[in-house]
Every structure is written in structure tokens, then in C-alpha cells.
């Protein structure tokens, strides 16, 4: 179970690089699969991934005081980073009725993708030594992106949805995020154990690139602010793009 690499995958190493060509044939596979499936089909498979993410979660929460942080107290894995969100969501579709539910699937269709591809794309904290986590990471964002797909598809049957009640969602998760960055730092009291949810501790500098530049210049909270609306318009612009119907094209037919 404890089993690690002799040398530890980098990001854009030959390991990463080969993750990320595998994993877009395989969310065209699951396209190609899922596209004629119904509403109802496509909900349950969301539900579902949802409920294995959380299975999946509960392992690395038994995993990591065992084989990564021995014997230390730490909150780093506290299950409440965005990409975290997914699992949630996703369980919560299966009870989720009317307004609250397209909440659901817009969030799934926006910030869900951005939150996944920010991840496979910067890696960091995802290149652990142990194996059995390393693989558990990559598999649980990938299937981020399945339950993405699936809610697309709904959205794309049903008409786009309003974008402002998945961003207020968004903003709840976020400041109970920042609870728990502000709980967990009078615990634990150090950067590298504590937690840093959504990534915008209000006590240390963005380690994001650009953003740790802003927070020196303009201070925490500005680039806090800055962070999350940066995050929110990506992913309002990639749910626009998402959304967007063919055209039909009109045929002139010529008088005889």
C-alpha cells in the first residue's frame, strides 16, 4: 500500500505529459458514449462518480496520516479544496430539484472544469512519491471531467442555465473555505501542514505563479479577491463557449 516510485514524477516529466495525452482520447471516448444517453441516465452517472470521489476520499483520508504525514498533525488534506467540490456536488445531484439543481450543473459545467484542468495542467502538489496516491489523484481529477461532460450534455438539451446562482455558490464554499484556512492556522501553525482551501489563505502569499506576485505588491487580501474573480470569469467564459448552439444553416433554393 505504501509503495513509491524510485524517482518522483515531475510536472511536464514524460509520466505527467503521457497523463495528459491519455486523458483527452478518453474524455472523447466517454463523449462519444454518453451523447445519445437521456437526462436521467446522464444524472445518475454523475451521482454516482460523486459517491465513488467520496469513497475514493475516505481511502486518502486513512491513507495519508499513514504513509505521508506519520505522525503529524496536519490539515493539507482537509476535503474542502475545489476540486473537492465535485464529489460534493455530484452526491447532491441525486436529491437536487428545480433552481438548486441547474445551480448544480452549471457549477459542474464551469468552475468543476477549470478547477480539474488547472490541476492535471499544474500538477504540484499532485507529484506525491507514493504511488497509490499519485494514481488516486489523476483518477479522481479525471473523473471530474466525466461528471463535467455528463452535466454539459444535460445543459446542452435543455437550454443554458442562469450563471449567477453557481457563482453564489461558488462564493459559499469559498468563505467556508476560508473557515477552515483560519481554523486550521491557530492549530497547526505552519504553512506546509495547515490548510490552504480554494488556495487563498489569508495568512501567507499565493503560491500560485502571478498571484504570489500580486499578493506581495497589493497584499493578501486584494489578491484573494483578485484570485477568485479570476477563477470565476474563466469559468463564466468557458460556460458561455460551452453553451454556445450551431448555427443552422439556411439552404436558398434557387426558382426554377
Same mark, same amino acid.
Given at each position: 500500500?505504501?509503495?513509491?516510485?524510485?524517482?518522483?514524477?515531475?510536472?511536464?516529466?514524460? #509520466?505527467? &505529459? /503521457?497523463?495528459?495525452?491519455?486523458?483527452?482520447? @478518453?474524455?472523447? +471516448?466517454?463523449?462519444?458514449?454518453?451523447?445519445? %444517453?437521456?437526462?436521467?441516465?446522464?444524472?445518475?452517472?454523475?451521482?454516482?462518480?460523486?459517491?465513488?470521489?467520496?469513497?475514493?476520499?475516505?481511502?486518502?483520508?486513512?491513507?495519508?496520516?499513514?504513509?505521508?504525514?506519520?505522525?503529524?498533525?496536519?490539515?493539507?488534506?482537509?476535503?474542502?479544496?475545489?476540486?473537492?467540490?465535485?464529489?460534493?456536488?455530484?452526491?447532491?445531484?441525486?436529491?437536487?430539484?428545480?433552481?438548486?439543481?441547474?445551480?448544480?450543473? #452549471?457549477? &459542474? /459545467?464551469?468552475?468543476?472544469?477549470?478547477?480539474? @484542468?488547472?490541476? +492535471?495542467?499544474?500538477?504540484?502538489?499532485?507529484? %506525491?512519491?507514493?504511488?497509490?496516491?499519485?494514481?488516486?489523484?489523476?483518477?479522481?481529477?479525471?473523473?471530474?471531467?466525466?461528471?463535467?461532460?455528463?452535466?454539459?450534455?444535460?445543459?446542452?438539451?435543455?437550454?443554458?442555465?442562469?450563471?449567477?446562482?453557481?457563482?453564489?455558490?461558488?462564493?459559499?464554499?469559498?468563505?467556508?473555505?476560508?473557515?477552515?484556512?483560519?481554523?486550521?492556522?491557530?492549530?497547526?501553525?505552519?504553512?506546509?501542514?495547515?490548510?490552504?482551501?480554494?488556495?487563498?489563505?489569508?495568512?501567507?502569499?499565493?503560491?500560485?505563479?502571478?498571484?504570489?506576485?500580486?499578493?506581495?505588491?497589493?497584499?493578501?487580501?486584494?489578491?484573494?479577491?483578485?484570485?477568485?474573480?479570476?477563477?470565476?470569469?474563466?469559468?463564466?467564459?468557458?460556460?458561455?463557449?460551452?453553451?454556445?448552439?450551431?448555427?443552422?444553416?439556411?439552404?436558398?433554393?434557387?426558382?426554377?
Amino acid at each position: 500500500m505504501g509503495a513509491r516510485f524510485s524517482e518522483t514524477p515531475l510536472p511536464f516529466g514524460i #509520466v505527467h &505529459l /503521457s497523463i495528459l495525452g491519455v486523458i483527452p482520447v @478518453l474524455l472523447i +471516448l466517454c463523449y462519444f458514449i454518453l451523447r445519445d %444517453r437521456r437526462t436521467v441516465q446522464l444524472e445518475k452517472l454523475i451521482g454516482c462518480l460523486g459517491l465513488i470521489m467520496m469513497l475514493m476520499e475516505i481511502w486518502k483520508q486513512w491513507f495519508v496520516p499513514r504513509y505521508v504525514y506519520v505522525g503529524v498533525k496536519s490539515t493539507w488534506f482537509f476535503p474542502w479544496q475545489l476540486c473537492s467540490m465535485s464529489m460534493y456536488v455530484g452526491f447532491l445531484l441525486f436529491f437536487a430539484r428545480g433552481r438548486f439543481r441547474d445551480a448544480l450543473l #452549471v457549477f &459542474l /459545467s464551469s468552475y468543476n472544469i477549470v478547477a480539474a @484542468l488547472g490541476a +492535471l495542467i499544474f500538477p504540484y502538489d499532485m507529484m %506525491r512519491p507514493q504511488i497509490p496516491l499519485f494514481v488516486h489523484s489523476f483518477l479522481y481529477h479525471g473523473l471530474m471531467l466525466v461528471q463535467s461532460l455528463g452535466a454539459v450534455l444535460i445543459l446542452k438539451k435543455a437550454g443554458r442555465k442562469p450563471f449567477l446562482p453557481a457563482c453564489i455558490l461558488f462564493c459559499i464554499m469559498a468563505a467556508m473555505a476560508e473557515v477552515i484556512n483560519v481554523i486550521s492556522h491557530h492549530l497547526i501553525h505552519d504553512f506546509s501542514l495547515e490548510a490552504n482551501m480554494f488556495n487563498i489563505t489569508p495568512y501567507y502569499p499565493s503560491t500560485q505563479p502571478v498571484f504570489h506576485d500580486i499578493a506581495v505588491k497589493l497584499g493578501i487580501f486584494p489578491e484573494i479577491l483578485i484570485y477568485l474573480g479570476f477563477i470565476t470569469l474563466l469559468s463564466w467564459g468557458l460556460y458561455r463557449l460551452l453553451m454556445l448552439k450551431k448555427k443552422p444553416i439556411s439552404v436558398s433554393s434557387t426558382p426554377q
